[in-house]
Structure formats: C-alpha cells, structure tokens
C-alpha cells in the first residue's frame, strides 16, 4: 500500500485547508484510515480516525470541533479538512493505514502502532 498525502501548505491563524491522501496498491473500503502529526520536537500524536463503513470517527482532543476526517472510496483516497487553524496546529501531518480487517465496520484505532502504512506527511505551517 501506498499512500500519498498532499494539500499540506502555509496558512494563517483562523484559515483552513484541507489535506488529501490518496492509496494505491490496495483498495480502502475495508479498512480505517488515520491522520497523525509530528510537530518539531515531539511525538508522532493521533489527530483522527474512520472506521471503514465511516460510521464512527474519533478525534483528538485538541482538534475535535475544528478538523473532520472523511473518507471517498471510489477514488480510494481519506481527507481532513482543517478549520480554525492555530499555531500550535504547525506540524507535518501523517495519514496511515490500518491493514486489519475487523469484524465490525464501525471499528477504528487511535493508536499508531496499530497502524502499518503511513503517508510521507504533508507540512502545515500557521503563523499567528
């Protein structure tokens, strides 16, 4: 599985983007898909989660309210727009894929070890 993530770029306190990432080598529909982010310094850290069926999402803490994940499996690629940007959003950002099949559609991860294939990040920077 391939993945590739884009979108990522500069942006201003209050802005949005919206990040992209696009598989090949395997189709999405059965399995949850994540977004990570690695500031400078710190700890790749969970930022969303889907569940294949896209039922269920979850959310960190510091981002629930601002960031939706979404996921379009005919064109195979997961997205996470990014609302009400802050400074302390800057990091690069990671989407990833869980290769497990679980019996229930509405099942995801939060956490990143249970997540094999990984994007080569995008870079969001927000000036304040």
């Known amino acids: 599985v391939q993945l590739q993530a884009s979108g990522g770029g500069l942006a201003q306190a209050g802005d949005s983007l919206r990040l992209s990432c696009a598989a090949s080598g395997r189709a999405i529909s059965s399995y949850a898909l994540g977004w990570f982010r690695q500031a400078p310094g710190k700890e790749r850290e969970f930022v969303a989660a889907?569940?294949?069926?896209?039922?269920?999402?979850s959310y960190a803490g510091s981002v629930k309210g601002r960031f939706t994940i979404s996921r379009d499996n005919a064109k195979n690629t997961v997205f996470l727009q990014m609302k009400s940007l802050k400074p302390e959003d800057t990091a690069v950002y990671y989407c990833?894929?869980?290769?497990?099949?679980?019996?229930?559609?509405?099942?995801?991860?939060?956490?990143?070890?249970?997540?094999?294939?990984w994007g080569q990040g995008t870079l969001v920077t927000v000036s304040s």
């Open positions: 990833a894929f869980d290769p497990n099949i679980y019996s229930s559609p509405s099942y995801l991860n939060t956490l990143k070890n249970k997540y094999v294939y």
């Open positions: 889907i569940s294949r069926s896209a039922s269920s999402t």
